[in-house]
């Protein structure tokens, strides 16, 4: 994956059995089930959005794209969310998406 932000860098200094154990459970959950690592990124992009969480979008996106996903898959996928967590928000989250679609 691309290169983790700053204050992840941080918290995992700080933390980093606990953020261990976070990606560890990520990677668990993943692993265990029938979808594919760039479905799995897309939903996590999907309840990044909601939760209006920027990072999240950031990293979920730079994943994406690395299992495979398509500007314009990672675009859907925003869009498809604006009738569940309104345009606001999914305005938000493509701008958030943007800041890594343009440095690709």
Known sequence: MGEPAEHYKKLKEKYGKLIGAVENLGQTAREMGPLDVKTS?????????????????HSHVGR?????????????????????IGFPTVAAALSWA???????
């Open 64 to 84: 994406a794209l690395e299992a495979g996903a398509t500007p314009e898959e990672i675009t859907h996928a925003l869009l498809l969310l604006t009738s569940t």
């Open 98 to 104: 943007d800041d890594i679609l343009e440095k690709k």
């Open 41 to 57: 990124h897309l939903i996590q992009l999907a309840a990044a959005a909601a939760i209006r969480s920027e990072g999240s979008v």
